[in-house]
């Protein structure tokens, strides 16, 4: 049975994710802080995290942050505030959705199962194990990147992107290419979410939108990658 780890201080919430991810088909794995949460997702491993913002010892962007060092579960952020600042944080740290409080059961039930149904970088077919261009190596089988021979650290949503983008050099991805192999065809949400994680991409590589070295900008159109 997949797990799910629900990362909640508030009984109430908590009683209504459990009930939801059961009917699901998950096994759920609470956790009540943040602390607690990083230590069920070492030991539990699980397949989804639904992570509220807001936690009794540390808030849940640095609970995300520790969990992608070492999972590539999928994670839905959780918050109640409206602030677009706490969702593009959550989502450059390595969230791959969010949802804002209240929200139905349903919604939450459809963003889970649009997740699941998102191909792995991993089962996607590749031609080479790894691609060099310049100072840039892409490893795709340990999922490494390295420029200049530094390991650079990045998330899931931002290797996958970098994948896609290299795997086709000079090749134009249009939005709804990229939110579709990136994301899955079922993603929910505006696809602002591709300029917040391509720009953390491009600010790790060392380059930026103004002064691009790989990853280019087609406006209205989408991304390419210059080798």
């Known amino acids: 049975m997949p797990r799910a780890l629900v990362v909640e201080d508030s009984p109430e919430f908590m009683m209504i994710c459990r009930h ?3 009917k699901e088909g998950f096994e759920v794995v609470p956790a009540g802080d943040g602390q607690e949460a990083v230590t069920q997702a070492q ?3 699980p397949e989804i995290a639904i992570l509220d913002l807001g936690l009794p010892d540390f808030d849940g962007i640095e609970v995300c942050r520790q969990i992608r060092q070492f999972t590539d579960a999928y994670i839905i952020m959780v918050t109640g505030r409206t602030d677009e600042l706490d969702k593009v944080v959550g989502l450059s740290v390595g969230a791959d959705d969010y949802v804002t ?3 139905s059961p349903r919604e939450l039930a459809a963003r889970i199962q649009a997740m699941r149904r998102r191909p792995r970088a991993t089962a996607q077919a590749r ?6 261009y310049g100072e840039l190596r892409i490893d795709l089988e340990v999922r490494e990147v390295a420029r200049a021979g530094t390991v650079i650290e990045l998330t899931k949503i931002e290797f ?3 994948d ?11 939005r709804p290419q990229l939110l579709e192999h990136v994301w899955g065809d079922n ?3 505006d696809d602002h979410i591709i300029d917040v994680h391509v720009g953390n991409l491009r600010r790790k590589l060392g ?8 990853i280019r900008t087609l406006r209205g159109v989408g991304y390419r990658f210059e080798p």
Do not use: I, N
Request: proline share 8%; net charge positive.
């Open 127 to 132: 031609r080479e194990a790894v691609r060099e």
């Open 160 to 162: 996958d992107l970098l």
């Open 187 to 189: 993603f929910f949400g």
């Open 43 to 45: 030991k539990q491993r």
């Open 101 to 103: 409080k209240p929200f």
């Open 207 to 214: 380059e930026s939108a103004s002064s691009p070295r790989h």
């Open 164 to 174: 896609l983008l290299s795997s086709a050099p000079r090749r134009t991805f249009t």
């Open 20 to 22: 939801l991810l059961e």
